[in-house]
């Protein structure tokens, strides 16, 4: 349409064009969907995976699964929770956050874990570690005995051990002599690391080192205990072997898994502190640890 | 009355008639605590489970908050985890990341990184006792109490090995009362054992009831469903005068009834632990030169000294005496136990290891002024036929039982009428003992006129400890209706004897505070006598009970001022004369009504 070059162009006679009114229109109405929708929307999915994930850790804590407005209340608050995550790490929250870092240190350190720990050793790898660590799997050495005491207390010192060594000759021709009432049992059937907290360490590890070549049946000693002086009768002794690898297959798999993903762990720590240069302030009391200079 | 006749008989007959003829010692911990507790949990840090306590206590490595590795010095025969069950877990579930009480108050206080937020989410779980109040958001979750009740019985028998090491399902009552409305709380806990683990209900807490009557009554509604189960009492020294006194909890005098069931329900006591030792103290004893051991006075989360009468234990076996002198029930027939009521988890006795297998850190940090005078906790020994849970809870049931302040110092104690001095001359003296007499724990009755009882007990060191200073019977009995104690040295080691004057010189003291050592060049690897009591009249009810005294050896401040080379802190002493403590014997008459 053409204006009329006789009309005047009066603000009266804009605001009656069709055009003004279609702008004005166009304009009312973008400015009411600008303040009703918002803008620049982010998506949060919850999906089928992190609903069954939370599902089943209500299940394992409460031991039921959770009812309809539990869960709904469950949704909403991981909703809640990845909004204001979101949020806070665009206003710059997550910088300097303890708790925060702590849990992402937690999360990359059972990350790590979780794959050490799917590696399965082979054959080759656990006979190693078996062999390599064989003292752990050893059966100990048992021993059944009688023994004689000499309590150094109640005669002497020397007087016990001279009392004892004159006790010994009797003893090849009678089954027993007088001796003195023992804290402990006088027949003992145990393995020889558990003797120590009946008669003390010394006395364990002197019987330790002669059990093995003293032929059973014949008294021994004068044995110094925590107490006093022993003659001793070994009846039968059982030297310690080395366990049979079939038997303890299981734990040298779990203690090998548990080496290796420490041993994992600290090779990608390794690799990642290497990456870093780091600096420790030193203050008037104390010097900068030495992990400073590297 | 015939019915409390009758009942007195079998409380009696049936304590002291199922000795046993052939025992062995078994050494263990009847009271700790793990991460499930939520005073360890908030205070100390604590993480362990009671799977590590177990591991531990069997002698197995365990690695510390501080990733060191500690085991052990000697693995014990038994052990009893006895979490809190306020609330059990409820502090170190709500800590996790992904537990649904998060931003609730008592999430964010137990997440804070101050360690005043931790205690006062501690102080959220005392609440509700305390005020009536409802527990905060996030305590109170059944599922998750039964949860952890659940997982505590599965770890003792998880770890149950029959012959080898005992466990025993067990947990903390814990109760406290204000003796009056404006006093501090007074400790009225208990540990409650359960013989086996069969058909075993939820525990009754202190949130429950905080009467110790009402206790008895569960435990005895357990046993009629043929649960058989014990309380053991600790802390009398912080009761405020409660644990022993004359009346029961509501107030009304103690009576037969009450004495009955007190003997049957808690047939032992937990002497020393690490929050002090509740033998005697000297406002009591003030002629025992002893009776200052580890004393621990304050009231809980205050700094007022809790009552002395009613406190005590030797007190309390006076007082025993004398309602059996009136004619009625003795309320305080009671065993003696020991224990560490360690809150980190780990069964530790050693003064020279405490800070070695604690994390230091937490420990230092979170120890209060008072309590760190105490020395390291305590450990019972039991006389037992085997190591099991039948025979283990049977003797502590018959009291053959005795504490120990940490070593293993052996300690056997008979009474019987005719025993001679060839008692010992024999080998197998035991036998003829247990022939002749009444073990600890026992009790004699009826003595005829001129005989005297004679008891006979033999001490022996731990053989990887320190040597005996002295071996003393202490005997309380009851004259014209009130109580007297004496206390006679009757072995004593380097050959020392006892003065005109009653005296005994010192056994010394070879502890060296610049190296924190000492040596057995003095006291006595084991002492051993029969003693019959010179003033014996057999018209008076009375007790006997043995206590046996090490030699001087370092306190864990001085290995610690040691190690660290740290001045040892003010008015904390170098050494610790260590010490063992039996449950006595009885010498009671059946008096005619």
């Avoid at chain 1, 990608?268 to 600096?279: C, G, P, S």
């Avoid at chain 2, 003291?509 to 029969?530: E, H, K, M, R, Y």
């Avoid at chain 2, 401040?557 to 010490?579: H, K, W």
């Amino acid at each position: 349409m053409v204006s009329d070059p006789k009309t005047p162009v009066t603000p009266a006679r804009i605001w009656r064009e069709p055009l003004i009114h279609f702008l004005v229109a166009g304009v009312i109405l973008f400015g009411v969907y600008q303040a009703v929708v918002p803008q620049d929307q982010q998506t949060v999915r919850i999906d089928r995976n992190e609903l069954a994930w939370m599902e089943s850790m209500w299940l394992s804590q409460w031991r039921r699964p959770p009812t309809p407005d539990e869960f709904e209340q469950l949704v909403d608050r991981r909703i809640r929770e990845e909004i204001y995550a979101r949020e806070a790490q665009a206003m710059g929250l997550d910088r300097n956050d303890v708790i925060l870092r702590r849990r992402l240190a937690q999360q990359l350190e059972s990350l790590i874990d979780d794959e050490a720990s799917l590696a399965e050793p082979t054959e080759a790898q656990l006979e190693i570690y078996f062999s390599e660590h064989i003292s752990q799997y050893q059966r100990p050495a048992s021993i059944r005995f009688r023994h004689l005491f000499f309590n150094s207390d109640l005669r002497g010192k020397d007087v016990a051990k001279a009392d004892a060594m004159r006790a010994l000759p009797a003893l090849a021709v009678v089954d027993t002599v007088k001796d003195d009432p023992f804290p402990g049992p006088k027949d003992i059937t145990a393995a020889i690391d558990a003797l120590s907290p009946v008669f003390g360490r010394g006395f364990q590890h002197r019987l330790e080192s002669i059990a093995a070549d003293t032929s059973p049946g014949q008294w021994i000693g004068p044995i110094e205990s925590a107490y006093g002086e022993h003659l001793v009768r070994i009846d039968e002794y059982v030297p310690g072997a080395p366990a049979d690898f079939a038997g303890v297959r299981e734990s040298v798999i779990a203690d090998w898994r548990r080496r290796h993903i420490a041993a994992v762990a600290d090779s990608r720590y390794a690799d990642m502190r290497r990456k870093y240069r780091v600096i420790i302030d030193s203050t008037p009391d104390s010097p900068a640890p030495q992990s400073a200079t590297r | 009355m015939r019915s409390r006749h009758i009942l007195t008989g079998i409380c009696l007959a049936a304590i002291a008639t199922c000795a046993v003829a052939e025992t062995r010692l078994y050494f263990g911990d009847l009271h700790l605590h793990t991460r499930y507790s939520n005073d360890a949990f908030a205070f100390f840090g604590t993480t362990r489970t009671p799977d590590d306590a177990y591991r531990y206590a069997r002698g197995e490595p365990i690695e510390t908050n501080d990733g060191r590795t500690v085991r052990i010095s000697q693995p014990l025969d038994f052990l009893a985890v006895t979490d809190h069950m306020r609330y059990p877990g409820a502090l170190q579930s709500i800590a996790e990341p992904d537990s649904p009480y998060g931003d609730t108050e008592v999430g964010k206080l137990i997440r804070s990184t101050d360690r005043a937020d931790h205690f006062r989410a501690f102080l959220e779980v005392l609440k509700p006792a305390r005020t009536g109040a409802p527990p905060a958001e996030g305590l109170d979750d059944k599922p998750r109490s039964l949860h952890i009740w659940r997982l505590m019985v599965e770890s003792a028998d998880k770890h149950y090995e029959p012959g080898k090491f005992t466990t025993f399902a067990a947990y903390e009552w814990t109760s406290e009362v204000q003796r009056l409305p404006d006093r501090p709380y007074g400790n009225m806990h208990r540990n409650v054992i359960f013989a086996d683990t069969r058909d075993l209900p939820y525990p009754l807490s202190s949130l429950d009831t905080t009467h110790p009557e009402e206790l008895w009554k569960y435990l005895e509604a357990q046993r009629m469903r043929g649960v058989d189960v014990l309380a053991i009492p600790h802390n009398a020294n912080i009761s405020d005068g409660l644990m022993f006194a004359p009346t029961d909890s509501w107030g009304a005098p103690v009576d037969e009834h009450y004495a009955a069931r007190r003997t049957w329900n808690e047939p032992l006591v937990e002497v020393t632990q690490q929050k002090g030792t509740s033998e005697t103290h000297p406002g009591l004893s003030p002629t025992d030169e002893f009776a200052s051991f580890e004393l621990y006075r304050n009231l809980f989360g205050s700094n007022i000294e809790g009552q002395l009468g009613g406190s005590y234990i030797r007190d309390a076996y006076k007082r025993g005496i004398e309602y059996q002198s009136w004619g009625f029930f003795n309320p305080f027939m009671f065993g003696l136990v020991g224990a560490t009521d360690t809150h980190a988890g780990l069964s530790t006795v050693s003064e020279n290891r405490l800070l070695e297998d604690v994390e230091p850190a937490s420990q230092r940090v979170s120890r209060a002024p008072s309590s760190m005078v105490t020395s390291a906790g305590g450990l019972t020994g039991v006389w037992a036929e085997a190591n099991r849970r039948d025979t283990l809870f049977s003797a502590l049931r018959r009291r053959e039982t005795f504490a120990t302040t940490g070593p293993r110092i052996s300690v056997r104690f008979f009474g019987g009428w005719n025993y001679t001095e060839e008692l010992f001359v024999d080998s197998d003296w035991v036998q003829a003992a247990y022939a002749g007499g009444v073990p600890m724990g026992g009790v004699l009755e009826d003595g005829s006129p001129g005989v005297v009882p004679k008891f006979a007990v033999y001490a022996a060191k731990d053989p990887n400890g320190a040597n005996l200073d002295r071996v003393q019977i202490i005997k309380g009995w009851v004259v014209d209706g009130a109580s007297h104690e004496q206390i006679f040295d009757v072995a004593l080691s380097d050959g020392r004897a006892v003065g005109a004057d009653g005296s005994v010189p010192s056994v010394g003291n070879s502890v060296d505070p610049v190296t924190a050592t000492w040596g057995n060049d003095i006291g006595a690897a084991t002492l051993f006598t029969l003693w019959e009591d010179p003033y014996f009249d057999p018209r008076l009810p009375a007790f006997y009970y043995v206590r046996v005294i090490e030699i001087p050896t370092p306190r864990w401040q001085t290995y610690d001022a040691v190690a660290s080379g740290t001045p040892l802190p003010e008015g904390v002493a170098v050494s610790i004369q260590e010490r063992a403590f039996t449950s006595p014997i009885w010498y009671q008459t059946r008096r005619p009504r």
